[in-house]
Nanobody, 120 residues
Framework: HVQLVESGGGLVQPGGSLRLSCAVS????????IGWFRQAAGKEREGVAT???????NYADSVKGRFVISKDLTDTTLYLQMNSLKLEDTAMYYC???????????????WGQGTQVTVS
């Protein structure tokens, strides 16, 4: 079955960097958009960055120029390099995948458990 497992979250000072990873298993990336979402306390979940199987990427305006989404050559790990972190980047970050072409719209069917990022 499909599994998405995030790692790499933690506590970082403003201006610092973190790299999140998402281990993917159970399906092939072909025809799938995979990406990162986040949810801060008391706020709705929002899309952060996505990447299609052809390598095209999409970013939320709030992270453009600071975050970079990528995947490894074996298509088994998704990354999110986060630089110049701000207080407002504090949130639970989730990896998700859906059958479709981003930016969609379509539903993301598979979700990881999340990894907490705290900027303080």
């Amino acid at each position: 079955h499909v599994q998405l497992v995030e790692s790499g979250g933690g506590l970082v000072q403003p201006g610092g960097s973190l790299r999140l990873s998402c281990a993917v298993s159970g399906y092939h990336y072909y025809g799938v958009c995979i990406g990162w979402f986040r949810q801060a306390a008391g706020k709705e979940r929002e899309g952060v960055a996505t990447i299609n199987t052809d390598g095209t990427t999409n970013y939320a305006d709030s992270v453009k120029g600071r975050f970079v989404i990528s995947k490894d050559l074996t298509d088994t790990t998704l990354y999110l390099q986060m630089n110049s972190l701000k207080l407002e980047d504090t949130a639970m970050y989730y990896c998700a995948a859906g059958l479709g072409y981003c930016p969609g719209p379509f539903d993301f069917d598979y979700w990881g458990q999340g990894t907490q990022v705290t900027v303080s």
